[in-house]
């Protein structure tokens, strides 16, 4: 009676120990593709991160990654993380100008951009990393161009404005997404002050 009643418990168990051998069998195979695939993804992110910069300041010889910036900057009265500011400069040294990465909140979730800022202090352009905004409203941030460029040439910080007549110091938001363009708008105002409090320490 009792080897009979003892077998349902050698079966659990025999199960169970399957179980765990196939598991780490699966975690032994998911650490080595990983390891292999790790490298090479971080090459590939490393690359785009370069042709990205690159692309957003002309003529740069070296772009490199610098020190002594503000991890966050209040504009809007929003608080916009700052993640990374890079320099770019020409063959003889000179500073053309700045990259700055930027996490303003938008409507969904964080904006992950890239701002330029010239060696005049102006915004020349405007790369978007990653967002996961609303298709067709949210998400036009990254596809209105006549949207992205307004910001173009700002060499101060902007206002968000609804109106259809912009002045200066003033974008117009997108109709039917004015979080996610105002995010954007943040956004860029954050890395003009950046850019601004970087260059006062140089000069000082």
């Known amino acids: ?12 168990l025999r199960i169970s120990v399957t179980l765990i051998a196939l598991a780490v069998v699966v975690a032994v195979v998911l650490g080595a593709v990983h390891a292999l695939t790790a490298p090479v993804a971080a090459r590939l992110e490393e690359q785009r991160l370069s042709e990205t910069l690159n692309g957003l ?11 002594g910036f ?6 809007g009265n929003v608080q916009v993380p700052v993640k990374t500011v890079y ?16 996490l303003p909140f938008g409507y969904e979730d964080v904006i992950d951009m890239i701002v330029a ?3 005049g202090g102006a915004v020349c352009g405007v790369e978007i990393i990653s967002h996961s905004e609303t298709p067709g409203s ?5 596809s209105d161009e006549d949207f992205r460029q307004s910001v173009y040439g700002l060499d101060d910080t902007a206002s968000a404005v609804k109106s259809d007549s912009a002045g200066k ?3 117009q938001v997108i109709s039917g997404a004015t979080v996610s363009s ?23």
């Open 117 to 119: 800022v010239n060696a």
């Open 57 to 67: 300041i002309e003529g740069a010889a070296v772009i490199e990654e610098t020190e």
């Open 138 to 142: 949210g998400a036009k941030i990254e």
């Open 182 to 204: 105002t995010a954007y708008i943040n956004g860029v105002n954050a890395a003009i002050e950046v850019v601004n409090r970087l260059e006062q320490e140089v000069s000082n």
């Open 169 to 171: 110091g003033e974008v």
């Open 70 to 75: 503000e991890p966050s900057i209040t504009t």
């Open 1 to 12: 009676m009792s080897s009979v009643s003892g077998k349902p418990g050698i079966e659990i």
């Open 87 to 102: 320099v770019a400069e020409d063959a003889a040294g000179a500073v053309l100008g700045y990259c700055v990465e930027v």
